[in-house]
Protein backbone atom coordinates (compact mmCIF):
# COMPACT_ATOMS: atom_id res chain seq x y z
CA UNK A 1 0.00 0.00 0.00
CA UNK A 2 1.31 3.31 -0.79
CA UNK A 3 -1.72 5.95 -0.61
CA UNK A 4 -4.56 6.82 2.10
CA UNK A 5 -4.13 6.98 5.86
CA UNK A 6 -2.82 4.88 8.40
CA UNK A 7 -5.06 4.14 11.92
CA UNK A 8 -5.24 1.30 14.38
CA UNK A 9 -7.16 -1.27 13.91
CA UNK A 10 -7.84 -4.51 15.90
CA UNK A 11 -6.62 -7.49 14.32
CA UNK A 12 -9.73 -9.83 13.69
CA UNK A 13 -10.03 -13.51 12.70
CA UNK A 14 -10.52 -13.00 9.40
CA UNK A 15 -7.09 -11.13 8.48
CA UNK A 16 -5.25 -12.84 6.20
CA UNK A 17 -1.35 -13.34 6.52
CA UNK A 18 2.27 -13.53 4.82
CA UNK A 19 5.17 -13.76 6.63
CA UNK A 20 3.20 -13.06 10.55
CA UNK A 21 2.02 -10.01 8.86
CA UNK A 22 -2.04 -9.28 8.97
CA UNK A 23 -2.91 -7.86 5.11
CA UNK A 24 -6.19 -5.16 5.70
CA UNK A 25 -8.60 -5.30 2.77
CA UNK A 26 -10.01 -1.49 4.08
CA UNK A 27 -6.42 -0.05 3.27
CA UNK A 28 -6.43 -1.60 0.08
CA UNK A 29 -4.08 -4.57 0.88
CA UNK A 30 -4.29 -6.88 -2.14
CA UNK A 31 -0.67 -8.93 -2.03
CA UNK A 32 -0.76 -11.03 -5.70
CA UNK A 33 -0.42 -14.34 -4.87
CA UNK A 34 -0.28 -16.45 -8.26
CA UNK A 35 3.73 -16.21 -9.71
CA UNK A 36 2.85 -17.05 -13.00
CA UNK A 37 0.61 -14.38 -12.85
CA UNK A 38 3.88 -12.12 -11.00
CA UNK A 39 5.89 -13.27 -14.32
CA UNK A 40 3.40 -12.21 -16.62
CA UNK A 41 3.21 -8.98 -15.48
CA UNK A 42 7.02 -8.28 -15.85
CA UNK A 43 6.95 -9.59 -19.22
CA UNK A 44 4.54 -7.54 -20.83
CA UNK A 45 6.24 -4.18 -18.99
CA UNK A 46 9.12 -4.76 -21.13
CA UNK A 47 11.66 -3.86 -18.82
CA UNK A 48 15.49 -3.30 -19.59
CA UNK A 49 18.57 -4.13 -18.07
CA UNK A 50 19.31 -0.87 -17.53
CA UNK A 51 15.12 0.56 -16.67
CA UNK A 52 15.12 1.98 -13.04
CA UNK A 53 11.48 0.91 -11.53
CA UNK A 54 9.45 2.82 -9.84
CA UNK A 55 6.67 0.30 -7.74
CA UNK A 56 4.05 1.75 -5.94
CA UNK A 57 2.36 -0.71 -2.71
CA UNK A 58 5.30 -2.82 -2.72
CA UNK A 59 3.59 -5.01 -0.21
CA UNK A 60 6.22 -8.22 1.25
CA UNK A 61 7.58 -7.82 -2.08
CA UNK A 62 6.40 -10.43 -4.67
CA UNK A 63 6.45 -8.63 -7.19
CA UNK A 64 9.59 -6.76 -6.15
CA UNK A 65 11.67 -9.76 -6.60
CA UNK A 66 10.76 -9.86 -9.85
CA UNK A 67 11.35 -6.74 -10.83
CA UNK A 68 15.50 -6.28 -9.10
CA UNK A 69 16.01 -9.74 -11.51
CA UNK A 70 14.92 -7.77 -14.29
CA UNK A 71 16.13 -3.86 -14.33
CA UNK A 72 19.14 -1.76 -12.93
CA UNK A 73 17.20 -0.61 -10.03
CA UNK A 74 13.86 -0.52 -8.08
CA UNK A 75 12.83 2.56 -6.18
CA UNK A 76 9.92 0.96 -3.96
CA UNK A 77 7.09 4.08 -2.43
CA UNK A 78 5.10 1.91 0.75
CA UNK A 79 3.27 3.86 3.28
CA UNK A 80 2.79 0.95 5.37
CA UNK A 81 6.19 0.96 7.81
CA UNK A 82 5.43 -2.76 8.57
CA UNK A 83 5.60 -3.34 5.08
CA UNK A 84 8.49 -1.88 4.69
CA UNK A 85 10.19 -3.23 7.33
CA UNK A 86 8.91 -6.55 5.36
CA UNK A 87 10.60 -5.74 2.12
CA UNK A 88 13.94 -4.59 4.09
CA UNK A 89 13.96 -7.64 5.90
CA UNK A 90 13.37 -10.10 2.52
CA UNK A 91 16.01 -8.88 0.34
CA UNK A 92 18.73 -8.11 3.08
CA UNK A 93 21.78 -9.54 3.24
CA UNK A 94 20.60 -11.07 -0.53
CA UNK A 95 22.49 -9.49 -3.79
CA UNK A 96 19.57 -7.61 -4.95
CA UNK A 97 19.05 -5.40 -1.45
CA UNK A 98 22.10 -3.07 -3.23
CA UNK A 99 19.34 -2.69 -6.19
CA UNK A 100 16.33 -1.58 -3.50
CA UNK A 101 15.50 1.67 -2.35
CA UNK A 102 12.76 1.64 -0.39
CA UNK A 103 10.72 5.07 0.69
CA UNK A 104 7.96 4.96 3.23
CA UNK A 105 5.42 7.65 2.61
CA UNK A 106 2.36 8.79 0.88
CA UNK A 107 2.92 8.70 -3.06
CA UNK A 108 0.83 11.18 -3.76
CA UNK A 109 2.24 13.41 -1.36
CA UNK A 110 5.90 12.43 -2.33
CA UNK A 111 7.97 13.79 -4.90
CA UNK A 112 8.31 11.13 -7.20
CA UNK A 113 12.09 9.89 -8.13
CA UNK A 114 13.39 9.47 -11.20
CA UNK A 115 12.39 6.30 -13.06
CA UNK A 116 12.26 5.01 -16.78
CA UNK A 117 9.04 2.71 -15.82
CA UNK A 118 6.33 2.33 -13.37
CA UNK A 119 5.18 -1.03 -12.16
CA UNK A 120 2.74 -1.12 -9.50
CA UNK A 121 -0.35 -3.28 -8.03
CA UNK A 122 -2.21 -0.60 -5.90
CA UNK A 123 -4.29 0.27 -3.46
CA UNK A 124 -7.57 1.16 -5.88
CA UNK A 125 -8.54 4.08 -3.91
CA UNK A 126 -5.52 6.36 -5.11
CA UNK A 127 -6.13 5.15 -8.68
CA UNK A 128 -7.02 8.43 -10.48
CA UNK A 129 -5.10 10.94 -8.38
CA UNK A 130 -2.07 8.80 -9.03
CA UNK A 131 -2.64 8.57 -12.87
CA UNK A 132 -2.80 12.03 -13.32
CA UNK A 133 0.11 12.20 -10.72
CA UNK A 134 2.38 10.53 -12.92
CA UNK A 135 1.13 12.45 -15.72
CA UNK A 136 1.46 16.00 -14.44
CA UNK A 137 3.23 17.70 -16.82
CA UNK A 138 4.39 20.09 -14.25
CA UNK A 139 6.66 17.59 -12.81
CA UNK A 140 6.35 14.86 -15.36
CA UNK A 141 9.34 12.57 -15.76
CA UNK A 142 10.77 11.65 -18.69
CA UNK A 143 9.34 7.76 -18.37
CA UNK A 144 8.64 5.34 -20.71
CA UNK A 145 5.69 4.00 -19.50
CA UNK A 146 3.39 2.76 -16.49
CA UNK A 147 1.80 -1.08 -16.30
CA UNK A 148 -0.67 -0.72 -13.18
CA UNK A 149 -2.96 -2.94 -11.80
CA UNK A 150 -6.17 -1.31 -11.34
CA UNK A 151 -9.89 -2.44 -10.48
CA UNK A 152 -11.39 -3.72 -13.48
CA UNK A 153 -14.22 -0.98 -14.37
CA UNK A 154 -12.07 1.54 -13.48
CA UNK A 155 -9.19 0.67 -15.79
CA UNK A 156 -12.37 0.02 -18.79
CA UNK A 157 -12.84 3.81 -18.12
CA UNK A 158 -9.18 4.35 -19.09
CA UNK A 159 -9.78 2.65 -22.20
CA UNK A 160 -13.14 3.54 -23.10
CA UNK A 161 -13.90 4.78 -26.69
CA UNK A 162 -16.55 7.03 -27.77
CA UNK A 163 -19.97 5.31 -27.97
CA UNK A 164 -19.49 2.84 -25.00
CA UNK A 165 -20.96 2.64 -21.46
CA UNK A 166 -18.61 3.37 -19.67
CA UNK A 167 -16.73 6.18 -22.10
CA UNK A 168 -16.67 9.38 -19.60
CA UNK A 169 -14.57 12.65 -18.74
CA UNK A 170 -11.54 10.26 -17.44
CA UNK A 171 -11.84 8.35 -20.66
CA UNK A 172 -11.02 11.44 -22.48
CA UNK A 173 -9.02 13.15 -19.89
CA UNK A 174 -6.35 10.42 -19.75
CA UNK A 175 -6.27 9.69 -23.85
CA UNK A 176 -5.35 13.06 -24.17
CA UNK A 177 -2.36 12.69 -22.31
CA UNK A 178 -1.17 9.69 -22.90
CA UNK A 179 -2.18 6.30 -24.85
CA UNK A 180 -3.28 3.57 -23.07
CA UNK A 181 -3.73 0.10 -23.14
CA UNK A 182 -5.36 -2.91 -21.80
CA UNK A 183 -3.15 -6.20 -21.15
CA UNK A 184 -5.08 -8.82 -18.85
CA UNK A 185 -7.73 -9.37 -16.54
CA UNK A 186 -7.43 -10.40 -13.21
CA UNK A 187 -9.37 -12.63 -10.96
CA UNK A 188 -9.80 -11.96 -7.45
CA UNK A 189 -8.43 -15.20 -6.42
CA UNK A 190 -5.32 -14.40 -7.34
CA UNK A 191 -4.67 -12.15 -4.30
CA UNK A 192 -4.23 -12.76 -0.88
CA UNK A 193 -7.12 -11.56 1.28
CA UNK A 194 -8.99 -11.50 -2.66
CA UNK A 195 -10.90 -8.02 -3.39
CA UNK A 196 -14.77 -7.73 -4.12
CA UNK A 197 -14.05 -7.31 -7.64
CA UNK A 198 -11.71 -8.40 -10.59
CA UNK A 199 -9.26 -6.23 -11.44
CA UNK A 200 -7.21 -5.34 -14.91
CA UNK A 201 -3.81 -4.81 -15.69
CA UNK A 202 -3.13 -1.39 -18.20
CA UNK A 203 0.03 -0.09 -19.76
CA UNK A 204 0.32 4.17 -19.47
CA UNK A 205 2.47 5.86 -22.66
CA UNK A 206 2.72 9.42 -21.92
CA UNK A 207 1.95 11.62 -25.30
CA UNK A 208 4.92 13.50 -26.60
CA UNK A 209 3.61 16.12 -27.28
CA UNK A 210 0.26 16.79 -26.12
CA UNK A 211 -2.38 17.03 -28.68
CA UNK A 212 -3.01 20.50 -27.20
CA UNK A 213 -0.81 23.75 -25.89
CA UNK A 214 -0.16 23.04 -21.93
CA UNK A 215 -1.81 26.09 -21.11
CA UNK A 216 -5.50 24.62 -22.38
CA UNK A 217 -5.29 22.07 -20.17
CA UNK A 218 -7.52 24.19 -17.15
CA UNK A 219 -9.90 25.50 -19.62
CA UNK A 220 -10.20 22.04 -21.60
CA UNK A 221 -11.28 20.61 -18.47
CA UNK A 222 -13.79 23.07 -17.75
CA UNK A 223 -15.15 22.20 -21.17
CA UNK A 224 -15.66 18.70 -20.53
CA UNK A 225 -17.07 19.47 -17.28
CA UNK A 226 -19.77 20.64 -18.93
CA UNK A 227 -20.17 18.22 -21.72
CA UNK A 228 -20.13 15.31 -19.38
CA UNK A 229 -22.33 16.79 -17.01
CA UNK A 230 -25.33 15.01 -18.95
CA UNK A 231 -23.64 13.45 -21.18
CA UNK A 232 -26.36 11.71 -22.90
CA UNK A 233 -27.87 14.78 -23.69
CA UNK A 234 -27.41 16.73 -26.78
CA UNK A 235 -24.72 19.43 -26.19
CA UNK A 236 -27.32 22.06 -27.42
CA UNK A 237 -29.01 20.69 -24.41
CA UNK A 238 -26.43 21.23 -22.35
CA UNK A 239 -25.44 24.65 -23.54
CA UNK A 240 -28.83 25.74 -23.84
CA UNK A 241 -28.88 25.95 -19.75
CA UNK A 242 -29.54 28.91 -18.19
CA UNK A 243 -26.88 28.51 -15.52
CA UNK A 244 -24.45 27.53 -18.41
CA UNK A 245 -24.81 30.43 -20.57
CA UNK A 246 -24.84 32.54 -17.74
CA UNK A 247 -21.72 31.25 -16.33
CA UNK A 248 -20.01 31.59 -19.83
CA UNK A 249 -21.40 34.70 -20.21
CA UNK A 250 -19.50 35.85 -17.11
CA UNK A 251 -16.33 34.67 -18.31
CA UNK A 252 -16.92 36.42 -21.69
CA UNK A 253 -17.44 39.41 -19.87
CA UNK A 254 -14.55 39.59 -17.89
CA UNK A 255 -12.40 38.90 -20.45
CA UNK A 256 -13.66 41.52 -22.63
CA UNK A 257 -13.40 44.09 -20.15
CA UNK A 258 -10.02 42.95 -19.34
CA UNK A 259 -8.82 43.16 -23.28
CA UNK A 260 -7.28 39.65 -23.09
CA UNK A 261 -7.57 36.12 -23.68
CA UNK A 262 -7.26 33.68 -20.64
CA UNK A 263 -3.44 33.33 -19.38
CA UNK A 264 -2.16 30.42 -21.30
CA UNK A 265 1.42 30.37 -19.11
CA UNK A 266 -0.72 29.57 -15.97
CA UNK A 267 -0.23 26.80 -13.34
CA UNK A 268 -1.78 23.83 -14.17
CA UNK A 269 -3.57 22.01 -11.05
CA UNK A 270 -3.32 18.55 -12.72
CA UNK A 271 -5.24 16.99 -10.41
CA UNK A 272 -8.58 19.13 -11.72
CA UNK A 273 -8.35 16.06 -14.45
CA UNK A 274 -8.91 13.68 -12.03
CA UNK A 275 -11.95 14.81 -10.33
CA UNK A 276 -14.95 12.77 -11.25
CA UNK A 277 -17.07 15.92 -10.01
CA UNK A 278 -16.67 19.31 -10.62
CA UNK A 279 -17.21 22.70 -8.97
CA UNK A 280 -19.23 24.01 -12.45
CA UNK A 281 -20.85 20.46 -12.49
CA UNK A 282 -21.92 20.84 -9.06
CA UNK A 283 -23.04 24.43 -9.44
CA UNK A 284 -24.79 23.41 -12.34
CA UNK A 285 -26.82 20.33 -10.61
CA UNK A 286 -27.71 23.01 -7.55
CA UNK A 287 -29.44 24.72 -9.97
CA UNK A 288 -31.25 21.96 -12.10
CA UNK A 289 -34.91 23.44 -11.85
CA UNK A 290 -33.49 26.58 -13.42
CA UNK A 291 -32.58 25.56 -16.87
CA UNK A 292 -33.83 27.42 -20.26
CA UNK A 293 -33.53 25.77 -23.30
CA UNK A 294 -32.77 28.42 -25.98
CA UNK A 295 -33.72 28.20 -29.91
CA UNK A 296 -32.00 30.54 -32.09
CA UNK A 297 -31.05 32.63 -29.78
CA UNK A 298 -34.24 33.83 -28.22
CA UNK A 299 -35.60 32.92 -24.58
CA UNK A 300 -39.12 32.49 -24.19
CA UNK A 301 -41.24 35.48 -23.65
CA UNK A 302 -42.52 35.01 -19.57
CA UNK A 303 -38.42 35.28 -18.85
CA UNK A 304 -37.97 38.79 -19.42
CA UNK A 305 -40.12 40.79 -16.99
CA UNK A 306 -39.34 44.50 -16.63
CA UNK A 307 -40.33 46.69 -13.51
CA UNK A 308 -40.42 50.07 -12.82
CA UNK A 309 -37.83 53.11 -14.03
CA UNK A 310 -35.40 50.70 -15.03
CA UNK A 311 -36.50 49.15 -17.94
CA UNK A 312 -34.33 50.88 -20.52
CA UNK A 313 -31.10 49.44 -18.60
CA UNK A 314 -32.93 46.07 -18.34
CA UNK A 315 -33.94 45.82 -22.20
CA UNK A 316 -30.10 46.41 -22.81
CA UNK A 317 -29.20 43.54 -20.51
CA UNK A 318 -31.45 41.33 -21.83
CA UNK A 319 -30.32 42.57 -25.63
CA UNK A 320 -26.96 41.55 -24.35
CA UNK A 321 -27.70 38.12 -23.15
CA UNK A 322 -29.58 37.44 -26.29
CA UNK A 323 -26.91 37.98 -28.44
CA UNK A 324 -24.89 35.91 -26.53
CA UNK A 325 -27.31 32.68 -26.21
CA UNK A 326 -27.01 33.09 -30.06
CA UNK A 327 -23.39 33.69 -30.04
CA UNK A 328 -22.86 30.30 -28.29
CA UNK A 329 -25.84 28.48 -30.09
CA UNK A 330 -24.53 29.41 -33.44
CA UNK A 331 -21.32 27.96 -33.19
CA UNK A 332 -22.92 24.84 -32.03
CA UNK A 333 -25.01 24.77 -35.25
CA UNK A 334 -22.41 26.18 -37.60
CA UNK A 335 -19.98 23.15 -37.07
CA UNK A 336 -22.97 20.61 -36.17
CA UNK A 337 -22.19 19.98 -32.43
CA UNK A 338 -26.02 20.68 -31.56
CA UNK A 339 -27.31 17.59 -31.82
CA UNK A 340 -24.26 15.27 -30.65
CA UNK A 341 -23.69 13.88 -27.72
CA UNK A 342 -20.77 14.41 -25.79
CA UNK A 343 -20.66 10.17 -24.95
CA UNK A 344 -20.20 9.85 -28.47
CA UNK A 345 -17.36 12.54 -29.48
CA UNK A 346 -13.87 11.51 -29.97
CA UNK A 347 -10.69 13.09 -28.60
CA UNK A 348 -10.24 15.50 -31.45
CA UNK A 349 -14.37 16.76 -31.65
CA UNK A 350 -13.64 17.69 -28.37
CA UNK A 351 -10.46 19.65 -29.06
CA UNK A 352 -12.13 21.06 -32.33
CA UNK A 353 -15.00 22.16 -29.97
CA UNK A 354 -12.97 23.96 -27.34
CA UNK A 355 -10.43 25.92 -30.75
CA UNK A 356 -14.41 27.05 -32.80
CA UNK A 357 -15.86 28.26 -29.41
CA UNK A 358 -12.26 29.90 -28.28
CA UNK A 359 -12.22 31.73 -31.53
CA UNK A 360 -15.81 33.22 -31.10
CA UNK A 361 -14.80 34.56 -27.76
CA UNK A 362 -16.54 31.66 -25.45
CA UNK A 363 -13.76 30.37 -23.11
CA UNK A 364 -14.16 27.99 -20.18
CA UNK A 365 -12.63 28.13 -16.61
CA UNK A 366 -12.11 25.36 -13.46
CA UNK A 367 -12.63 26.89 -9.92
CA UNK A 368 -9.96 24.50 -8.87
Known amino acids: ?132 KLLDINQ ?29 RLSVNTQLLARVFHLLKVGKNNFRPPPKVDSSVVRIEPRKPLPIPAGKLKEWNGLLSLCFSRKNKTLGSIFGQKKVLEMLEKNYRTLASLGQLMN ?23 NEDETMEVDNGKADEDEMEVEGSDADSDNDMQAND ?29 IHL ?3 FNQAGIHFTSKK
Open 1 to 132: MAGGKIRKEKQKGSNHFQGGIPFHKSKGQHILKNPMLVESIVQKAGIKSTDVILEIGPGTGNLTKKLLEAGKKVVAVELDPRMVLELKRRFQGTPLSTRLEVIQGDVLKCELPFFDICVANIPYQISSPLVF
Open 140 to 168: RQNFRCAIIMFQREFAMRLVAQPGDKLYC
Open 264 to 286: DSEAINMSVLADEKDDQVDYLNQ
Open 322 to 350: TNFKAKVIDVLKQYDYADKRSSKLTQNEF
Open 354 to 356: LSV
